[in-house]
């Protein structure tokens, strides 16, 4: 049943996806793709079901049928992924749609609905039903088709506390993609879970090797993810996208499986190879960025612990109202800012207290472990919040550097930054004159 799923045009379509965007024009090794991380997730959420029937199988009645379910789920939950990672439905779509919610998990629900009825896959509509529903299930923990065999939404998108397969995939696989080393082992969790009143939880020895699980997820966005010539990077292709969308109507392909399966991140080269001039505009930024002529990046500053609560995007016209009155006058559209928040998967909650845990494989009780008995070593915030500026143009680094300084004096009554902006920054970086 699997193989009908993976042979189809549709799900090949991940071959063109990368896990990671445009990541790997910084870290050249991140070229991995969505295929290999959906077999990746399958294989897992295989061994993790495996590992419960082999146990606790006659107890908890796990089936073939919840074998099967769990396997496509982990197998299936990307399939309706936009190209270049989250970007697209983070920052492309909102800005082409105007605020419009959208998810990757959604459009996984129609895909795969569309990719049954066109290939006639037979499957019985229970199973598809449960197959959906263990997708979504981070997004909604509620959704569940019947009373019973809750624990099995716990394997692919945990919306109970987030530890599931789809983490320890990733995790594992971008970090080595990324030459990055990696101190979580996804094979101790996997040994020691056990159900315990139909919910997956795991022994209690274990909870710093859980700890690791989140702090690895963190340490990725700050080190891959968010880096910031990475963003620099992904805000001039957004801006690219977003100059090219009337013509090419790449936001229209969202709403029709039949027509979304062909987008992928072959868009990039359609607009760089296209002649059109309606086109122009965003082949020039995609120009720039293959020539390492980037965003130029100004500072950063992280957010007060005690301002996070409160804490709005800061946007570009932030920064114009405090540039300086003896400078060159800034427009918005010279300004780039990214709001990067990284957390442990639980907003400025730390991620342990929404686990249960057991004592010994003899236990039959679940608890939590309050914050008082975890390690003083553990950080006590769970949450940054880092604000970064670039200028679009180089000869303007200096003026927006001096107003986001203003910015911060202004908003915290203090410069928040850890370093001042480089001096060779500041001087406007000229292109060699061409030599013929």
């Known amino acids: 049943l699997s193989l009908k799923f993976i042979d189809t045009e549709q799900f090949q379509r991940l071959r063109d996806l990368k896990q990671l965007g445009l990541t790997y024009m910084v870290y050249p090794g991140a070229v991995h793709s969505r295929f290999e991380h959906s077999v990746g997730v399958y294989w897992l959420a295989s061994e993790a079901i495996h590992r419960l029937k082999t146990y606790q199988g006659l107890e908890l009645g796990i089936e073939r049928c919840d074998i099967q379910t769990v396997k496509l789920a982990g197998l299936l939950h990307d399939v309706g992924h936009g190209p270049f990672s989250h970007m697209f439905e983070r920052e492309f779509l909102p800005r082409v749609l105007n605020g419009l919610k959208w998810s990757h998990e959604e459009m996984s629900l129609k895909m795969i609905d569309y990719i049954v009825d066109e290939h006639n896959i037979e499957i019985d509509s229970e199973s598809l039903k449960k197959v959906k529903e263990m997708i979504i299930a981070s997004e909604n923990s509620t959704s569940k088709s019947s009373d019973e065999k809750h624990f099995l939404y716990d394997i692919v998108a945990n919306g109970r506390n987030g530890i599931d397969v789809d983490k320890f995939d990733y995790i594992v696989r971008d970090s080595r993609a990324c030459g990055l080393g990696c101190n979580f082992q996804f094979q101790r969790v996997l040994e ?10 795991y022994r209690a020895k274990e909870y710093l090797t859980i700890h690791k699980l989140f702090a690895a997820r963190a340490d990725l966005h700050r080190t891959v993810y968010t880096h910031a010539k990475v963003k620099a990077i992904e805000l001039m292709f957004v801006d690219a996208m977003t100059k090219a969308n009337d013509y090419l109507q790449i936001a229209s392909y969202i709403d029709d499986p039949a027509q979304y399966w062909k987008l992928d991140d072959t868009i990039m080269k359609t607009i760089e190879t296209s002649s059109h001039q309606e086109l122009k505009e965003s082949r020039d ?24 609560e409160h804490f709005k995007n800061v946007t570009p016209q932030d920064i114009i109202c405090s540039q300086n009155s003896s400078r060159p006058a800034l427009r918005e559209d010279d300004i780039a800012v990214s709001n990067v928040k990284i957390d442990l998967t639980r907003g400025r909650k730390n991620p342990l207290e929404s686990i249960n845990f057991f004592q010994d494989y003899e236990s039959t009780e679940k608890f939590s472990i309050t914050e008082d008995q975890i390690s003083h070593l553990l950080p006590a915030c769970c949450q940054d919040m880092i604000v970064r500026v670039y200028s679009k143009k180089p000869d303007l680094v200096e003026a927006i550097s001096e107003a986001f300084e203003n910015f911060q004096m202004k908003t915290y009554g203090m410069k928040t930054q850890v370093h001042s902006t480089p001096e060779k920054k500041k001087r406007p970086r000229y292109n060699k004159p061409a030599v013929f």
């Not at 020691?192 to 939880?201: A, L, P």
């Not at 500072?299 to 301002?307: G, L």
């Open 192 to 201: 020691t879970m056990r159900v315990i009143d139909d919910e997956i939880c």
């Open 285 to 308: 930024l995609i120009l720039r960025i293959r020539r390492r002529d980037l965003y130029q990046f100004c500072n950063e500053f992280a957010v007060p612990k005690d301002k996070l």
